[in-house]
Antibody, heavy 123, light 113 residues
């Protein structure tokens, strides 16, 4: 059964880089039937879509993150990674990694989520 | 960006009664070439990640009780819980995956009256 598990530091200083990993187990991150990504949720608030990593290596980032974001995949480790630079308190959130379905060029919604990693930006 | 607006923000329903949540998108999420609405509904309970309930506007995810149903097309959608159970107390979000960036509604809190 496919499972996702986020990991990373819970506290990051303002202006520094937030780095998170998502370990995928029970399936291959290289599967053509999946895409991967991140969604975040500030404490007590709603969901914000962060970015997507498509099979074949294409990425798409939420423009609201203004070029601060990089998503990568390490297929040898079955690992999805997120780096968000120049963080501020506004980046304090629960960060969820997620998987979505891909079928012949048609991309479905996120259908599997990790438990989330809470990251606080504070000095 | 497509703006998703849910109504109401919260509702309280008696056990066994019907709960209805509406979602309106700022532009159509119906893809004409395949006649699919790129609209999903999620349920989120405290301390948990969102759980997919409905996709393609009306297709129930495997394992989701049949008291949950989705309807609508184009820009107007509805999630209905036909007979509210105690375990349905949660936040509910609509979500468009028609284009990028993907966006969510603000959420609707469902409580027991």
């Amino acid at each position: 059964q496919l499972q996702l598990q986020e990991s990373g530091p819970g506290l990051v200083n303002p202006s520094e880089t937030l780095s998170l990993s998502c370990s995928v187990s029970g399936g291959s991150i290289s599967s053509s039937r999946s895409y991967w990504g991140w969604i975040r949720q500030p404490p007590g608030k709603g969901l914000e879509w962060v970015g997507i990593f498509y099979f074949g290596g294409t990425t798409y980032y939420n423009p609201s993150l203004k070029g601060r974001l990089t998503l990568t995949v390490d297929t040898s480790k079955n690992l999805l990674s997120l780096k968000l630079r120049s963080v501020t308190a506004a980046d304090t959130s629960m960060y969820f990694c997620m998987r979505g379905s891909h079928d012949n060029g048609d991309y479905g919604p996120s259908d599997l989520w990790g438990q989330g990693a809470l990251v606080t930006v504070s000095s | 960006d497509i703006v998703m607006t849910q109504s109401p923000d919260s509702l309280a329903v008696s056990l066994g009664e019907r709960a209805t949540i509406n979602c309106k998108s700022s532009q159509s999420v119906l893809y004409s070439s395949n006649n699919k609405n790129y609209l999903a509904w999620y349920q989120q309970k405290p301390g948990q990640p969102p759980k997919l309930l409905i996709y393609w506007a009306s297709t129930r995810e495997s394992g989701v009780p049949d008291r949950f149903s989705g309807s609508g097309s184009g820009t107007d959608f509805t999630l209905t819980i036909s007979s509210l159970q105690a375990e349905d107390v949660a936040l509910y979000y609509c979500h468009q995956y028609y284009n990028l960036p993907r966006t969510f509604g603000q959420g609707t809190r469902v409580e027991i009256k």
